[in-house]
T-cell receptor, first 115, second 114 residues
Framework: AQSVTQLGSHVSVSEGALVLLRCNYS??????LFWYVQYPNQGLQLLLK??????LVKGINGFEAEFKKSETSFHLTKPSAHMSDAAEYFC?????????????FGKGTKLTVNP | EAGVTQSPTHLIKTRGQQATLRCSPI?????VYWYQQALGLGLQFLLW???????NRGNFPPRFSGRQFPNYSSELNVNALELEDSALYLC?????????????FGDGTRLSIL
């Protein structure tokens, strides 16, 4: 079965500081990995996706993530945090296990950006 | 391009009633997914429809059901509502093409059970 672990349910950074949100996955098949962001009272917005083309993936709003198979990780980073980045971030994995195509999500990391 | 739209935004029901939630996918998307986001339980997969057929369901009781219409829109029905069904229900859509296709989400329906 596939699973995702997000280390740290809450992360707090200062405006302009590096953002690092951690995600480790478990999958018995080559995984497809996604990061989503959820602002209050909204749905999920896709930030970026890894689908085996390149290990360093660039997304929207200056975010990027690096797929490391040896560490089973897919951490999300942004060089300089902005106040508008305050939101909850979800890492998700999917894979062709019987063609289910469902997303399995981590429990989320709430990012606070301090002025 | 219009995104995934869900209605209603909020729905208030009492225990034992039935609820119907609706979802319109992005134009050109044939797959629709339903997820439940309950406090403390995170995001859990409910149902997947494609081309009018139920393709997979998560670990939810049979009182959670749905359907997909010929225009690819979808309904989620929850019968015999229980207090624990209070949650944000998110619909997502994608093109059919495998697990690497990203799912695009609507803003959800918040279901409150009194």
């Amino acid at each position: 079965a596939q699973s995702v672990t997000q280390l740290g349910s809450h992360v707090s950074v200062s405006e302009g500081a590096l953002v690092l949100l951690r995600c480790n996955y478990s999958s018995s098949v080559p995984p497809y990995l996604f990061w989503y962001v959820q602002y209050p009272n909204q749905g999920l917005q896709l930030l970026l996706k890894y689908t085996s083309a390149a290990t360093l993936v660039k997304g929207i709003n200056g975010f990027e993530a690096e797929f490391k198979k040896s560490e089973t990780s897919f951490h999300l980073t942004k060089p300089s945090a902005h106040m508008s980045d305050a939101a909850e971030y979800f890492c998700a994995v999917s894979g062709s296990q019987g063609g289910s195509e469902k997303l399995v999500f981590g429990k989320g990391t709430k990012l606070t950006v301090n002025p | 391009e219009a995104g995934v739209t869900q209605s209603p935004t909020h729905l208030i029901k009492t225990r034992g009633q039935q609820a119907t939630l609706r979802c319109s996918p992005i134009s050109g998307h044939t797959s629709v997914y339903w997820y439940q986001q309950a406090l403390g339980l995170g995001l859990q997969f409910l149902l997947w429809y494609d081309e009018g057929e139920e393709r997979n369901r998560g670990n939810f009781p049979p009182r959670f059901s749905g359907r997909q219409f010929p225009n690819y829109s979808s309904e989620l029905n929850v019968n015999a509502l229980e207090l624990e069904d209070s949650a944000l229900y998110l619909c997502a859509s994608s093109t059919r093409g495998g697990s690497n296709q990203p799912q695009h989400f609507g803003d959800g329906t918040r279901l409150s059970i009194l």
